[in-house]
């Protein structure tokens, strides 16, 4: 598959319609650090505001900031990979 956008930067050179995002201001670095090395190739840093950004606000609470869950065994559209 190619996205619209890829389909556009090839037809009108990448370099007049993307800019490289090297600063995040909205997750939590290890959501960003994950994103960074599968998109961005270790590119993107995220701004100390938002470093240790969480969505819960009780010390109590220990939970990571990402969690990959497989569904691949779940009654749904989605099949396991080879």
Known sequence: D????SRL???RGSESFSQML???YRMHHS???WSS???YGCQLVANPSVYHHA???????KMPAIVFVDT??????EEAED
Request: with cysteine.
């Open 9 to 11: 930067m090839s037809m």
């Open 22 to 24: 090297e600063v995040q």
């Open 31 to 33: 959501i960003m650090d």
């Open 37 to 39: 090395r599968e998109f």
């Open 55 to 61: 969505l819960w606000r009780s010390p109590e609470v």
């Open 72 to 77: 691949s065994g779940v009654d749904g559209c």
């Open 2 to 5: 190619v996205t619209l956008f």
